[in-house]
């Protein structure tokens, strides 16, 4: 199994400014997964990072919204820019497991005012 | 695009009933299907993958039965207890997965 770490694990932001959120991974892996999920919904997939590419987004997702760094095969970077009280979600990444298994970080809850 | 739709969406029974979770897709050409717990404002434990050429998968109380071409899997959750109150997903796909909006248990004492 993987253990994936997340930080920060909370944050409360203003309008208009930006947070990035770091996901960590105790091994290394090739794609890496962030998903968000909004208050009293399911999770929706944002974006895959592959280290040494760019982000592929998914329907609805853009990238100057949120960028998406993959510097090596065990961390990864998502920002969410410019928020707006619509972007407060529990933000997670994931990676896969050799079994064919996904694994979940303990999620950044996220409020923005 | 894949859609499921997990029934029901809340289910509240007493400890030590039988459960099963209802979970269905529209796509059945997937790869894998993976079961969840969420804990209120946590991340995702995984609980069962079942893989496309696997019909179902135990582990300890949990037994999830995959049938891929009615686009339906069902969790079996044994002699429930209070500890297993959450969120429980669905979730087919090998790395992208979609999610249901998943069902809500709550095991009273």
């Known amino acids: 199994s993987a253990v994936i770490s997340q930080k920060p694990s909370r944050d409360i932001c203003q309008r208009g400014t930006s947070l990035t959120i770091q996901c960590q991974v105790d091994?290394?892996?090739?794609?890496m997964f962030w998903y968000r999920q909004q208050p009293g919904q399911s999770l929706t997939l944002i974006a895959t990072?592959?280290?040494?590419?760019?982000?592929?987004?998914e329907s609805g997702f853009v990238i100057d919204k949120f960028p998406i760094s993959r510097p090596n095969l065990t961390f990864s970077t998502l920002t969410v820019s410019n928020m707006s009280p619509e972007d407060s979600s529990i933000y997670l990444c994931?990676?896969?497991?050799?079994?064919?298994?996904?694994?979940f970080g303990p999620g950044t809850r996220l409020t923005v005012t | 695009k894949q859609e499921v739709t997990q029934i029901p969406a809340a289910l509240s029974v007493p400890e030590g009933e039988n459960l099963v979770l209802n979970c269905s897709f529209t796509?059945?050409?997937?790869?894998?299907l993976q079961w969840f717990r969420q804990d209120p404002g946590k991340g995702l434990t995984s609980l069962l993958l079942?893989?496309?050429?696997?019909r179902e998968q135990t582990s300890g109380r949990l037994n999830a039965s995959l049938d891929k071409s009615s686009g339906r899997s069902t969790l079996y959750i044994a002699a429930s207890q209070p500890g297993d109150s959450a969120t429980y997903l669905c979730?087919?796909?090998?790395?992208?997965?979609?999610f249901g909006q998943g069902t809500r248990l709550t095991i009273n004492p």
């Open positions: 079942i893989q496309s050429s696997q």
């Open positions: 979730a087919p796909g090998a790395q992208k997965l979609v």
């Open positions: 091994s290394q892996v090739t794609m």
């Open positions: 796509d059945s050409a997937i790869y894998n």
């Open positions: 990072a592959n280290q040494g590419s760019e982000a592929t987004y």
């Open positions: 994931s990676v896969g497991g050799q079994g064919g298994e996904q694994y």
